[in-house]
């Protein structure tokens, strides 16, 4: 039997350095969080090369004390939680202790450190987890952490990192989403000397989505402000015109903190399910609160997966208030005939963390000197005009390009000696008003205006409809006040089918016919669960089951209006629906029933009397959702008058 023995502290933390330290995205969160948990008002990340060979991350928060700066590097050191009771309000977003130690022990690792208080700051140096350099320099108020050559001294975990472009993407959506999470905070993050964007840090979530995603995107939102089970629910809907392929734009974030949650986005998808087709993903930023006490963080080292101690109730909650958002504005897709006319955006320069001192001294003259520093190393560095090339050439960095690209970030000591910057007007955060040459943000009206706006569909604007006729056999071609409306006519009788089924299984009015020979399935006993959990829904339905013995059931009748429609195959995709999700409803049971149903609806191709156009049109207006098929696709879109104006060169 092999002998036990004891592992090596180095050994050790690269074992835990495993758990916290995936790639380079790994490092750049911990230590981002760090800073806004610091207090900071601006953040700074530079990568290169993907952030293999080089990460830095310098904030303007309260900084580390002098006596507290090697305990930080401990194992399991953190300021953020006192004991294990502590796991059940948490307020930070780190509280682990694991990263600075995990992060130091697989790179060689440097911090630059300054309190407010102090006249200079700290910097630190380690490779290895070993401590190598321990000296005072002269610093802004705040932290810098640089990190470079990760992975160097674990060579097999090294090879299992991708291509820097794909390292650096994965950076790249994590500094966004930090972004989108903390609007309040001005975030610059810079990729292989370039600057991929900067975010004012003005508390204003739609322009920070509106620098990040585009101006298309930004003006196709709704906002949404909901609160209720102990939940509140605001940010932005996209509109359903916005759509996606894929859940990478479904933005979610929980008491600060981006997650990822299966229950989270089947919720959203449930609120949206009206209005999206067949595999598609809406676009969304949404924030929610709620008190921690409710929220397990603590499950992987990631802190990306949460747990819900209430699932059903935050479920339905998300779900029903993002219906309700949904289903009070307008969605009728307004198609342009001409390409919209481009301008060219000028970019928003953003200064990093230690340039506002800078920017004061140039703009409001010289304050009154502070005594001078007695340690020597801070009189050393005081003799310095520190650049951004001169304040990394100290610490080692070997960047030629960057004097040419970067202004002065660094205040320096010997100006605050001599007077001409006062130790207070050292605090280094983004600037709070804009210099006169910068670009004015983009300001946005508010959603509630819609409020006002009479409805397109609606019973009350019907008189104003006129319908000229049918296009292909298959589309409506309706006028509108100033729009030329055209209209599916299978996704609108499809609409009112569905409605129409969902009225009756409300009002127990549906009617069901017995079937002969009765169906017999076989279910597995994950969908006799389900069955069995949702058995009374499907009866409302008009289904009448019973159990054959072993696994199997008998169906002996079914809804009527699902003849001529394969029932034994719909009924088994329900349950595998039910199954996959492990959150269902009875009203998703009846809502996927009532869409198989609307097979039956008239098809494309398919002439059609202006008299039966009409009456199905009357009916169409009546609906609250009249807008989407039960399948997501559009059921009218819109043309305005002006567009086809400039179309036949009516208008310029």
Not at 186 to 198: A, D, G, L, M, P
Not at 315 to 325: I, K, T
Not at 499 to 507: G, H, Q, T
Request: proline share 4%.
């Amino acid at each position: 039997m092999a002998s036990i023995h004891i592992l090596s502290h180095e050994t050790i933390d690269k074992i835990a350095a495993g758990e916290v330290v995936e790639r380079p995205s790994s490092i750049v969160k911990e230590l981002v969080e760090n800073a806004v948990d610091a207090g900071a008002e601006a953040i700074t990340v530079e990568i290169k090369d993907g952030g293999i060979s080089f990460i830095r991350v310098s904030d303007n928060g309260c900084g580390i004390e002098k006596s507290e700066i090697r305990k930080a590097f401990l194992r399991h050191a953190t300021s953020k939680i006192q004991d294990a009771d502590d796991l059940l309000r948490l307020h930070s977003l780190g509280f682990r202790g694991e990263a600075l130690s995990s992060i130091s022990a697989v790179s060689q690792t440097e911090m630059i450190t300054k309190t407010k208080r102090e006249l200079t700051g700290v910097r630190l140096s380690m490779e290895g987890g070993a401590e190598t350099d321990f000296e005072e320099v002269g610093a802004p108020d705040g932290t810098t952490i640089i990190i470079r050559n990760l992975f160097f001294n674990v060579p097999a975990r090294r090879k299992f990192l991708k291509q820097p472009a794909t390292e650096g993407g994965y950076v790249a959506d994590l500094m966004e989403h930090l972004a989108l999470a903390n609007p309040q905070i001005s975030f610059q993050f810079i990729q292989n000397n370039q600057v991929k964007f900067s975010t004012a840090g003005n508390g204003d979530l739609k322009q920070t989505i509106y620098k990040l995603y585009g101006k298309d995107m930004a003006d196709s939102l709704i906002g949404i402000d909901k609160t209720g089970d102990g939940i509140r629910l605001s940010g932005y809907l996209g509109k359903p015109s916005g759509n996606r392929s894929n859940r990478n734009y479904e933005l979610y974030f929980l008491n600060g903190r981006f997650i990822r949650s299966n229950l989270v986005a089947r919720a959203i998808e449930e609120g949206y399910k009206p209005y999206l087709m067949q595999h598609k993903y809406p676009f969304c930023v949404l924030m929610m609160e709620v008190d921690p006490a409710r929220v397990d963080v603590n499950v992987h080292p990631a802190k990306m997966e949460v747990r819900f101690t209430e699932e059903m109730r935050v479920y339905e909650f998300l779900a029903s208030s993002v219906r309700e958002v949904l289903d009070t504005h307008e969605m009728i897709p307004e198609i342009a005939l001409t390409e919209p006319e481009k301008t060219e955006e000028k970019k928003e320069k953003a200064l990093e963390p230690f340039q506002k001192a800078r920017s004061r001294m140039q703009t409001e003259g010289t304050p009154p000197a502070p005594a001078q520093p007695q340690n020597e190393n801070a009189e050393r560095y005081s003799r310095q005009k520190h650049t951004s090339r001169d304040f990394f050439v100290d610490f080692g960095e070997e960047d030629e390009e960057r004097e040419e690209e970067k202004p002065d970030l660094i205040t320096d000591t010997k100006e605050i000696e001599s007077g001409k910057v006062s130790e207070e007007e050292s605090v280094y955060c983004i600037e709070e008003t804009r210099q006169e040459n910068e670009e004015t943000p983009v300001m946005y009206q508010g959603e509630q205006l819609e409020l006002f706006k009479e409805k397109i569909i609606s019973p009350v604007s019907r008189q104003k409809f006129r319908i000229l006729g049918q296009a292909f056999a298959t589309y409506w071609i309706v006028v509108f006040e100033d729009k030329l409306l055209m209209i599916d006519q299978h996704a609108a009788h499809e609409k009112v089918k569905f409605e129409r089924i969902m009225k009756a299984v409300r009002e127990r009015e549906i009617l069901s016919q017995n079937l002969c020979p009765p169906l017999v399935l076989s279910l597995s006993g994950r969908e006799q669960e389900v069955l069995e959990r949702f058995r009374e829904a499907f009866t409302k339905l008009g289904f009448e089951l019973e159990y054959f013995g072993g696994n199997e059931i008998t169906i002996r009748s079914a809804p009527t209006e699902l003849f001529g429609s394969t029932i034994k195959e719909m009924f088994l995709e329900v349950l595998d629906e039910l199954s996959a999700t492990g959150v269902g409803r009875a009203k998703s049971v009846e809502e996927r029933i009532a869409t198989m149903a609307c097979k039956a609806a008239v098809k494309g191709n398919r002439s059609m009397t202006v008299p039966e156009m009409e009456t199905l049109l009357d009916e169409l207006l009546t609906l609250e959702n009249p807008y989407f098929c039960p399948h997501g696709r559009p059921t009218i879109i819109s043309f305005t008058k002006q567009e086809l104006e400039k179309k036949f060169k009516r208008i310029v």
